[in-house]
Each structure stands twice: as structure tokens, then as C-alpha cells.
């Protein structure tokens, strides 16, 4: 199975807490569609996340995304 984006474990704690954190409430569904947002984030290639390349980049954005 390919990768769509290189992550470490570290990178993948991150945003498993920041499904948490964001959607809790939500449930699974709501905490999975923060992760997408996230995924979808580091994978665009777009001005507003031009510096976004990593998990952990994308976690610790500035607010807005712009970078």
C-alpha cells in the first residue's frame, strides 16, 4: 500500500490528537473529516498552503494557514 504523504509516528500522534481535540463530539465521523481537512492540506498545492508539506507543519499553521 503507497503512502499519499511520508508521516513519522510522531506525525501521526499529532494528528490523531488533533481529531480528538477538534471533533470529539462529533464522533468518529466528525474526527475523521478533520483528518481529511489536514491530509487535504499538506497534499494541496495552492498559495494559501504553499508552505504546508508536512503533518506537522499543517498542525502547528499559523491561524488562516497562511504561512
Not at 501521526?12 to 491530509?39: H, I, P, T
Request: charge should be positive.
Amino acid at each position: 500500500m503507497s503512502q499519499l504523504i511520508q508521516y513519522t509516528s510522531k506525525e501521526l500522534d499529532l494528528l490523531a490528537r488533533l481529531m480528538r481535540a477538534e471533533a470529539v463530539g462529533e464522533g468518529d465521523y466528525g474526527m475523521l473529516m478533520v483528518g481529511n481537512v489536514g491530509v487535504n492540506r499538506v497534499l494541496a498545492n495552492c498559495y494559501t498552503f504553499r508552505n504546508i508539506n508536512t503533518i506537522t507543519k499543517m498542525v502547528f499553521q499559523n491561524p488562516g494557514g497562511l504561512c
